[in-house]
């Protein structure tokens, strides 16, 4: 995708990152048993939950609040209400997944899970990745090419300052 615009081409560069760790995460929890909790302070367990919890405090923080109270008002207001109407919807029931996995992904963090704790975190982390790619792409195939012919360079300037200073 040949994105012209600084907030677009960081949009996007964050989605190629959801879409690599959304795929670590299908695989080793796809892979795992749900009635067993595996070592999850083997190294490859613990940085993979790392990652996911570290990507998702800023996914749900950062980059969908940059998209929310900067982008989503100016397509709102280009007439993409509905595909902003669509993309909030995913945000809010991402949201509602990624809250109880990120207190899930504490307690693995402090090796305080239980195998019910296990079987609701590897549900949860399929479910989110999942959700989550579906989201991006939708974003990568209409929200991202419609912002970038939007946003005039002064605006496109403002918003990556913005985002850069988490403001």
Partial sequence: MELQCHITRRLHDEHEAVFSLNA??????????????PDLAAPAWSTLLRDLHAALEFEIAGHFDIEERALFPLLIEAGAGDMVAILDDEHKVIRAI?????????????????????????????ELAERLEAHA??????????????????????LIAAYADGS
């Fill in 24 to 37: 670590r995460v299908q695989r080793a929890f796809a892979s795992a048993a749900a009635d067993s909790l």
């Fill in 98 to 126: 990624a809250s109880p996995l990120i207190e899930l992904l504490r307690k693995a963090g402090n090796a305080g899970l239980t195998a019910t704790d296990w079987r609701s975190l590897r549900a949860l982390g399929l």
């Fill in 137 to 158: 792409r939708k974003e990568e195939a209409a929200m991202l090419p419609a912002l970038d012919t939007l946003l005039d360079p002064e605006q496109d300037r403002e």
